[in-house]
């Protein structure tokens, strides 16, 4: 009777440590989850989205621009406050890094309760400007998920994205 006793012991040991294992990979998975690792190629434009105030996004997007990965870069953003969009900061901090004031410009979008409904206006502005390809400048968290959203928008418009 003791060895089947330390047999279901040593069950719910194993049971134990492999729900803990899977607790430790639930905890240290969400960044390969979350983080798509960054591809850089020719693209016809940058559209930076990734704007925040504590981010070096604008200095990353202007040595984008000076490697001569694209011609023109486009700051994304919607309103924050009345007539007050985020994307012109950046604009202003690009052109300020060296960027030619003619390469960069703005666009404003409206405000919506998932950033999603907003890339049939961006795939649409893309080529209304005859672009064919962009270079997707996001935040690193949540760029997995965006990266298949935009595959998916782009994609279906034709046009190439990065």
Same mark, same amino acid.
């Given at each position: 009777m003791?060895?089947e006793g330390?047999?279901?012991?040593?069950r719910?040991f194993?049971?134990l440590v492999?729900? *803990?294992?899977?607790?430790?990979?639930?905890?240290l #998975?969400?960044?390969?989850l979350? @983080?798509?690792?960054a $591809?850089v190629t020719?693209?016809?434009?940058i559209?930076h989205?990734a704007?925040?105030?504590?981010?070096?996004?604008?200095?990353?997007?202007?040595?984008?621009?000076?490697q001569?990965?694209?011609?023109?870069?486009v700051?994304?953003?919607?309103q924050i406050?009345?007539?007050?969009?985020p994307?012109?900061?950046?604009?202003h901090?690009?052109? *300020?890094?060296?960027?030619p004031?003619?390469?960069? #410009?703005?666009l404003?979008?409206? @405000?919506?309760?998932? $950033?999603?409904?907003?890339?049939?206006r961006?795939v649409e502005?893309?080529?209304?400007q005859g672009?064919?390809?962009?270079?997707?400048?996001v935040?690193?968290?949540?760029?997995?998920?965006?990266r298949r959203?935009?595959?998916?928008?782009?994609?279906q418009a034709?046009?190439?994205w990065?």
């Open positions: 003791t060895g330390n047999k279901g012991r040593g719910w194993f049971v492999g729900l *803990a294992a899977l607790a430790i990979a639930g905890v #998975s969400p960044p390969w979350l @983080i798509a690792p $591809e020719r693209a016809d434009v559209l989205l704007i925040e105030p504590h981010a070096d996004a604008d200095f990353y997007v202007a040595q984008l621009y000076n001569g990965r694209a011609g023109k870069i700051c994304v953003s919607a406050a009345c007539e007050v969009y994307a012109d900061d950046a604009a901090h690009v052109i *300020a890094l060296g960027v004031r003619e390469d960069v #410009s703005t404003h979008l409206p @405000i919506v309760d998932c $950033e999603a409904k907003n890339l049939p961006i502005y893309v080529q209304t672009w064919h390809s962009a270079l997707l400048i935040n690193p968290v949540g760029s997995r998920p965006r959203l935009a595959r998916r928008y782009f994609g034709g046009s190439a990065q």
